[in-house]
Nanobody, 124 residues
Framework: QGQLVESGGGLVQAGGSLRLSCAAS????????MGWFRQAPGKEREFVAA????????YYADSVKGRFTISRDTAKNIMYLRMDSLVPEDSANYYC?????????????????WGQGTQVTVSS
């Protein structure tokens, strides 16, 4: 069985930065596309960013474009989300996900494996 474990969440002031990590184990996640989604209380889980297995293609939600950067370290089997210029609207539980295809998509229904999430809270 594959497992995804997020870390790096926390409380940060508006304008600050955080780096989330997603450690993958148990499967060949290096061959899979991966993504980050987030869910705030009372809201649907929404797409944040995604990266193809080859790292050639990255995708971002309009709301985070220019502020967030997704990357992955294939040797360590870890995916990252660097978040800069955080705003209170970025507060949510952030989930990493993986799909059993090389190309990423923006749709949460396309992802097969999910982590438990890490909480990000941005204070104003």
């Amino acid at each position: 069985q594959g497992q995804l474990v997020e870390s790096g969440g926390g409380l940060v002031q508006a304008g600050g930065s955080l780096r989330l990590s997603c450690a993958a184990s148990g499967r060949k996640f290096t061959s899979y596309a991966m993504g980050w989604f987030r869910q705030a209380p009372g809201k649907e889980r929404e797409f944040v960013a995604a990266i193809s297995s080859t790292d050639r293609n990255t995708y971002y939600a309009d709301s985070v474009k220019g502020r967030f950067t997704i990357s992955r370290d294939t040797a360590k089997n870890i995916m990252y989300l660097r978040m800069d210029s955080l705003v209170p609207e970025d507060s949510a539980n952030y989930y990493c996900a993986s799909r059993v295809w090389s190309e990423a998509t923006l749709e949460k229904r396309d992802y097969d494996y999910w982590g438990q999430g890490t909480q990000v809270t941005v204070s104003s």
